[in-house]
């Protein structure tokens, strides 16, 4: 077998790999592109090879494509969702802004595919599809690109982000209920505060959780808006009357999901504000899950010159020199991930001011973070679950030692003595080394029997 091939564009020919499926228009952007490893994401790879059998479909039922065009062009899409090529998408995120090179690459590789399933060769000069005027019809990549870049986004949520955070929210729901009755040291500013129980705690948590899940579903709609049918600028030439509509129910068809045409075309190619605001979502339990971990490192940090009211999993050992020492990696993790979902959200909401006239062209790179961000939470969310959150439980003698400690438990005397004399007794304790009982009784402001009445952390939660 003779190591190159030649295929050809409109710039001329170009040597390809006789191994590689795809064409000149492929070969001349791997060469032009190959400063990065950052790869085009597998999800636009396949729900472009999705839109393509949509459009395939569609362009048969419109009696502009050949049976036998259209089924091969299906077939090699199956074959592409299924994962049997993926060493054929070779080019990186960073390309044109309109995603051109990763819609050609595809177009081409379609082609070929279709080339050998069809009993011929790669270096055949006649072929069974072209690809563009075939695999391509009744499209352009500013509408293509987008659309499966929505598409690719809904379904990362749904299948992998949205999960996750009900399986947290589930498990939080549950450390709620089980720390009802442990009554801890509230803390405010990082300064002890009135009591609370560690059930409470953990249901701030919970619902903190809940509404990020309601606020990505919430996003999501917008997503469904799909900008196939615009082709080049958002007016539809090239195609034929109803194509937009029909490509959309074949998309709905396929993919199992309800997506539908976007009312307004030129809005759908020239800005990407759902893009944005789902990303915003995903920000927002970035954030969610940052405080969270955060407080849980923080509880259970120690374990005996900390705070340590909670115990969580000791998963591997934490120092290279000190022995024995265990670390909150899970938590570390979690911030860690969140600060990157934090980077990737601003690099999107850049990328969509870019919206120049009828075309933004930051699309690559919008779809690039917009999914890293998704898949990290989803894995960070359940790695956290699953290796920590689960695991974890009360210290109960550290929470009771700083309980007894508090301070702050004269907050319930100030109905009946005041504020001013409340804070006597607690800067006299605090002064004197002694406890709140003892301050009281010490200065007359209450009887013993008065002070055992009033200052009950059970009644103060």
Partial sequence: MERFRIEQDTLGEMKVDSDKLWGAQTQRAYENFEFS???MPPEII???????????????????????????????????MDGEHDDQFPLPVWQSGSG???????NEVIANIAQINNGGKLTDKRRVLHPNDDVNKSQSTNDTFPTAMYIAC????????????VTLHTTLLQKSDEFSDIIKTGRTHLMDATPVTLGQEFSAY???????????????EYLTELAIGGT?????????????????EYINKFSGYQFQVAENKFEALAIHDALVNASSAIKTAAMSLFKIANDIRLEASGPRCGIGEIIIPSNE???SIMPGKVNPTQCEAVTMVCAKIFGNDATIAFAN?????????????MAFCFIESARLLAEVVTSFNLHCVTGIEPHYDNIQKNLDNSLMLVTALTPKIGYEKAAIIAKTAYNENITLREAAIKLDFVTAEEFDEVVNPENMV
Wanted: proline content about 5%; glycine content about 4%; aromatic content about 6%.
């Fill in 232 to 248: 080049a600028t958002g007016t539809g030439l090239n195609t034929p009357p109803g194509y937009d509509l029909i490509a959309v």
């Fill in 154 to 165: 809904f379904k990362v949520l749904s299948e992998s982000t949205l999960p996750a955070l």
């Fill in 317 to 319: 050992p934490g120092s």
């Fill in 353 to 365: 001011s870019q919206g120049h006239f009828q075309l933004n062209v930051f699309k690559p790179v």
């Fill in 46 to 80: 396949y729900t472009l090879a999705l839109v393509k059998k949509a459009a395939a479909a569609a362009n048969l039922e419109l009696n502009v494509l050949s049976q036998k065009k259209a089924e091969l062009i299906m077939q090699a899409c199956d074959e592409i």
């Fill in 206 to 220: 919970a619902s903190q959780i809940k509404h990020c899940i309601d606020y990505l579903k919430e996003s999501m």
């Fill in 37 to 39: 490893a950052y790869l």
């Fill in 100 to 106: 051109t090179q990763t819609n050609m690459n595809i």
